[in-house]
C-alpha cells in the first residue's frame, strides 16, 4: 500500500474545468464550474477551460458554443482555453489525438498496455463477481491479460479489434486524501479490474486523456464532480506510470432533482436558458450556486469576481466546513 498526500501548497495554482459538449450546461454543471473557478481565481491562480469532445458520436452540434457562451455570460472568464488559447494548446481533446497516441505507445513500450478483445456482454457474462465493479460496468476478469501471440492472431484473424487495457498491479492499493471527501482507498484490481485506455473503436478513453492532458497543461488542482471520485484511483496510477506529477483532487457534492437523483444533460429546464429568457441575471444566478454551495448564508446578487473578493481565499475552508 502506497498513500499519496495531496494538499493546496504555495505552488502557483493551475485550476481548470473541463467540460463535455453532449449536451448544454445544467445547473450541477454550471455549480462545478463556479467551484472550479473560485478554487483557482480566489487563490490567484490560473483557470483553464478544455472541451473534452472525444466521444464524437456523442457530440451535439452547438453545444460547445452554447458552454462557452453560458459561462461567459456568467462571468466565469479563462485565462486560457479553446477560443483565446495558451501555451499549452490546443484545448480541445479531439485536436490531441496526436498526443494521446504518443503516450500510449509509451505505455506499450513500458509493458503497462496489452491488447483485449473482450465485448462488453462476454465480460459481464464471465465475470465471477459482477457485484463489484463501477458504475462504467462489472469488474474486469484479465481474460485477454495472458493471451499469447498466436491467440491474439486468431482473434485478429476473425474480425476482432481490440480495446488496449492498464494492467493494474494486483497487490497496488491506492491511497489518498481527497481535499474534500477526505482520505479514499481503493485496490483498482479488485474493484475495476484492468481498466481501458483505448477503446475498440479508437477511441482514446476519458480515463487516460483526461491524464495526459491535466499532466500536459500543468494542472495542479482538479476541482469536479463527486461521481468521478471513483475514476480519481486509475487516474493517479496512469500519472505514475507516465512519470506525470499527481495534482490535488477536490470533489464537490453535485446538484440532486427532486427525487435525489443527479442532474442529466438532457433536463433541459435545468440550464440557463430558461433562467435567461425569465430575465435572471449573471449575479443572480451565481448567487444562487453560491448560496447552495454554502459559500454565502443568503441567495443575493453577486458577480464571481466580488464573491471572490468576499471570500478572500477561503472557499476550501468553507467548504470543507461544510461536508464535515
Known amino acids: 500500500m502506497s498513500e499519496i498526500t495531496l494538499s493546496i501548497t504555495s505552488v502557483p495554482i493551475r485550476g481548470r474545468y473541463a467540460p463535455s459538449p453532449s449536451g448544454d450546461l445544467h445547473m450541477g454543471n454550471l455549480r462545478t464550474a463556479l467551484l472550479a473557478w473560485l478554487y483557482a481565481k480566489g487563490m490567484g491562480g ?3 477551460l478544455r472541451i473534452e469532445d472525444l466521444d464524437l458520436p456523442r457530440m451535439r452540434a452547438g453545444a460547445t458554443e452554447r458552454i462557452l457562451e453560458d459561462l461567459r455570460w456568467l462571468g466565469l472568464y479563462w485565462d486560457e482555453g479553446p477560443d483565446n488559447g ?7 481533446q479531439s485536436a490531441r489525438l496526436d498526443i494521446y497516441q504518443h ?3 509509451q505505455l506499450q ?3 503497462y498496455i496489452y491488447p483485449c478483445y473482450c465485448s462488453r456482454a462476454e465480460i459481464a457474462h464471465i465475470a465471477s463477481a459482477p457485484q463489484q465493479g463501477t458504475d462504467e460496468g462489472p469488474r474486469y476478469p484479465g481474460t485477454c491479460r495472458h493471451l ?4 491474439r492472431k486468431i482473434r485478429e484473424a476473425s474480425g476482432r479489434r481490440p480495446s488496449w487495457r492498464f494492467r493494474v498491479d494486483d497487490e497496488r492499493v491506492v491511497v489518498f486524501n481527497d481535499l474534500l471527501a477526505g482520505p479514499i482507498t481503493q485496490q483498482v484490481q479488485q474493484s475495476v479490474g484492468d481498466f481501458i485506455v483505448k477503446r475498440s473503436d479508437g477511441i482514446f478513453a476519458y480515463q487516460f486523456a483526461v491524464v495526459v492532458d491535466d499532466a500536459l497543461m500543468r494542472i495542479n488542482q482538479v476541482v469536479r464532480g463527486r ?3 471513483t475514476s480519481t484511483p486509475r487516474q493517479i496510477l496512469l500519472f505514475e506510470a507516465l512519470g506525470f506529477p499527481v495534482p490535488a483532487f477536490a470533489h464537490v457534492p453535485l446538484v440532486l432533482d427532486e427525487q435525489g437523483k443527479r442532474l442529466a444533460k438532457r433536463q433541459q429546464s435545468t440550464g440557463l436558458s430558461p433562467l435567461r429568457a425569465q430575465g435572471a441575471t449573471p449575479e443572480q444566478v451565481v448567487g444562487h450556486l453560491a448560496a447552495s454551495s454554502g459559500l454565502i448564508e443568503r441567495d443575493i446578487a ?3 469576481s466580488a464573491l471572490a473578493q468576499q471570500l478572500d481565499g ?6 470543507q466546513a461544510r461536508l464535515q
Not at 148 to 151: D, I, L, R, T, W
Request: charged share 15%.
Open 314 to 319: 477561503r472557499v476550501h475552508d468553507i467548504m
Open 86 to 92: 495558451g501555451p499549452y494548446a490546443p484545448y480541445t
Open 148 to 151: 499469447s501471440a498466436v491467440q
Open 302 to 304: 453577486i458577480s464571481p
Open 46 to 48: 490560473k483557470f483553464v
Open 103 to 105: 503516450y500510449l505507445a
Open 109 to 111: 513500450r513500458q509493458g
Open 227 to 229: 461521481d468521478l471520485l
